[in-house]
């Protein structure tokens, strides 16, 4: 059974920093385009970042560039936030692309989630 898993998450103050990993069961995570997404209460869920396989060619939304990181290793994807706002807060996901190894935004598995609060 293929999963993914997210961890990393918590509680941070505005400005301050975390790091999201992204771990997979029953397959292997650099074969395929790792994207990040988040949805806060009550808003849809918006893609965040994405990473691909390729050639591991990175995106990012505007709302986050400058402040997010995502890289990736033989095992696991990470996403580096700084400078965290009280608007980047919500359950962030990881997605895998099984399909093909660039970004393009689809998805056929995700993790359950990991919540962010960033709060003082």
């Known amino acids: 059974q293929l999963q993914l898993v997210e961890s990393g998450g918590g509680l941070v103050q505005p400005g301050g920093s975390l790091r999201l990993s992204c771990a997979a069961s029953?397959?292997?995570?650099?074969?395929?385009?790792i994207g990040w997404f988040r949805q806060a209460p009550g808003k849809e869920r918006e893609g965040v970042s994405c990473i691909s396989s390729s050639d591991g060619s990175t995106y990012y939304a505007d709302s986050v560039k400058g402040r997010f990181t995502v890289s990736r290793d033989d095992a696991m994807v990470y996403l580096q936030m700084n400078s965290l706002k009280p608007e980047d807060t919500g359950v962030y996901y990881c997605a895998a692309d099984t399909s093909r190894p660039v970004c393009t935004g689809r998805y056929d598995y995700w993790g359950q989630g990991t919540q962010v609060t960033v709060s003082s």
């Open positions: 029953g397959f292997t995570l650099d074969y395929y385009p």
